[in-house]
């Protein structure tokens, strides 16, 4: 069973920094060799939407981010502590929300309904 517990979710000023960590009790196993770790986020009166992921095997790493991430946030792993992070900066009142870590084996997607593995969230809220 894979436990996910995310942490760092604080209140900034608009144009500040802000990093999150997941630590992952186990990696998902699953019919895939690599595995995909992303950070969603639940924004007041929208849908979940992807922030960041990334998925790694044994030969490669990747990175992907939402357009509103790219360029503001990096996401990175510390595969043998087995911790996601997120570091966002020129954090802007749009990215008010509940940052969800989520884990699947396999490659990534976009939509929350390929992972089956959550955390409980961490808000995040800039003023």
């Known amino acids: 069973h894979v436990q996910l517990v995310e942490s760092g979710g604080d209140s900034v000023q608009a144009g500040g920094s802000l990093g999150l960590s997941c630590t992952v009790s186990?990696?998902?196993?699953?019919?895939?060799?690599?595995?995909?770790l992303a950070w969603f986020r639940r924004i007041p009166g929208k849908e979940r939407e992807v922030v960041a992921n990334?998925?790694?095997?044994?030969?490669?790493?990747?990175?992907e981010y939402s357009d509103s991430a790219k360029g503001r946030f990096t996401i990175s792993l510390d595969k043998n502590r087995r911790t996601l992070y997120l570091e966002m900066s020129e954090l802007n009142g749009e990215d008010t929300g509940m940052y969800y870590c989520a884990a699947k084996s396999g490659p990534c997607y976009r939509g929350e309904r390929y992972y089956n593995n959550w955390g409980q969230g961490t808000q995040v809220t800039v003023s």
């Open positions: 186990t990696y998902p196993r699953g019919m895939y060799t690599g595995y995909c």
């Open positions: 990334i998925y790694w095997d044994e030969r490669r790493d990747m990175t």
